[in-house]
Nanobody, 123 residues
């Protein structure tokens, strides 16, 4: 089972940017779908963005389209570039493998994930 380690979170003001990274214990397989989801206290898990490793197709939640970009930087590193951050983006962010539903970010079946990285956006 792949191990995932997220980093890059922090505290920023609204309108700012952060770049999250996820390093995996092994190279991603071309058949893999990887993604990011977030969870704020008292709220349900929310899918943010997914990417098919082989084809590079990317999928986003409506709430982040045009502001966030998911990428695979190398064989075992996933990133999430977050621009124009809003207070409602505040949450713990997790990198995860996607077992099913890669194209449906809001209904993806996330499996293995790391310890998460906290993102806090102040107004």
């Amino acid at each position: 089972q792949v191990q995932l380690v997220e980093s890059g979170g922090g505290s920023v003001q609204a309108g700012g940017s952060l770049r999250l990274s996820c390093i995996a214990s092994r190279s991603f397989y071309s058949s893999n779908c990887m993604g990011w989801f977030r969870q704020a206290p008292g709220k349900e898990r929310e899918g943010v963005a997914n990417i098919y490793i082989g084809g590079g197709n990317k999928y986003y939640a409506d709430s982040v389209k045009g502001r966030f970009t998911i990428s695979r930087d190398n064989a075992n590193t996933l990133t999430l570039q977050m621009n124009s951050l809003k207070p409602e983006d505040t949450a713990m962010y997790y990198c995860a493998t996607v077992a099913f539903g890669c194209t449906l970010v809001g209904r993806s079946d996330y499996r293995s994930w790391g310890q998460g990285t906290q993102v806090t956006v102040s107004s």
